[in-house]
């Protein structure tokens, strides 16, 4: 249903952009200036191209973490941290009437975490040796109950489709900028109706701008699933745990990002250039969203 939802709101952003066009005769103005660009073709062209990768990356997401961050997949527990860690994340997922997710630890100094998958009931929740070195069970429990609260609020999936989304007016926008000065500052179409260098070189600076944008957006809406997803973990493991796992990370420092699309689904990302581009809140202002969370 989140995956249907997000495709209706695509193809509707999508149509609502075709008549606007429309309503302004802009490809008509196009048509006139020599760029002749069919405007609901290149629509439904980002789409596809916008669409894809983001639903391949989903589709792959767990074994891509679990590849690019060694994890190690606990089938058969071969020791107590391991069946408390099962324990653990089978009673939540209980609570929240989830599928069990498969179980990992990765090797890390860094106190960190992440849950990762195409869908609810098919997910990975995976936990650093350095979180378990420097946190209490209680404490980390609370980090696997926000982790089980990503899985069960699907932000997994919505991540990847709104990142779908921004691609693809990123590409839309971009290759429209790229016709304009192509046809209509340089003039540059020859005989066979091809591209001049302006269309390749604007079009590539346009993508690397408006990505910075839409990047901008992906973030703003990581920073706030994150004040849910610590919310989860109160309910789940309790709200002082929860705090006290926070403050944790404080003590052991902020903790390095996670690679790629994993950064967005850890307990704590690292600081970033700017507060714009972080995917995490400052862990002070999650602490006191817990404190006043009623």
Not at 45 to 69: D, R, T
Not at 85 to 90: E, F, N, Q
């Amino acid at each position: 249903m989140r995956i249907l939802l997000f495709l209706l709101t695509n193809a509707a952003v999508l149509v609502l952009i075709s008549i606007v066009f429309n309503v302004l005769g802009l490809g008509q103005l196009l048509a006139q200036q020599g760029v002749n660009l069919d405007l609901d073709s290149l629509l439904v062209f980002s789409a596809v191209m916008g669409m894809s990768g983001s639903f391949i990356s989903l589709l792959m997401s767990k074994w891509m973490a679990k590849q690019s961050m060694g994890v190690f997949v606990i089938e058969r527990p071969s020791n107590s941290t391991e069946s408390w860690l099962i324990d653990t994340v089978a009673r939540q997922a209980r609570q929240l009437g989830l599928g069990m997710p498969e179980v990992g630890i990765f090797d890390s100094p860094e106190p960190n975490a992440f849950a990762t998958g195409a869908s609810k009931n098919s997910s990975l929740v995976a936990v650093s040796t350095g979180l378990l070195q420097n946190m209490n069970p209680d404490e980390v429990e609370a980090v696997l109950g926000h982790e089980m609260s990503h899985v069960a609020n699907g932000d997994m999936v919505t991540m990847g489709l709104l990142q779908g989304v921004v691609n693809t007016f990123v590409y839309f926008f971009a290759t429209v900028a790229g016709h304009l000065v192509d046809r209509m500052l340089f003039r540059s179409e020859d005989d066979r109706g091809g591209y001049g260098p302006a269309y390749y070189i604007t079009q590539m600076i346009a993508q690397i701008i408006l990505s910075i944008l839409a990047t901008m957006i992906v973030m703003w809406f990581s920073r706030w699933r994150e004040f849910r997803a610590d919310a989860g973990g109160a309910r789940l493991a309790g709200r002082g745990k929860m705090i006290d796992a926070l403050r944790a990370l404080q003590r052991a420092r902020e903790p390095h990002d996670l690679p790629g699309q994993l950064a967005a689904f850890g307990i704590s990302g690292g600081g970033g250039l700017s507060r714009l581009f972080m995917s995490h809140p400052p862990l002070e202002e999650r602490i006191a969203a817990l404190q006043n969370l009623r």
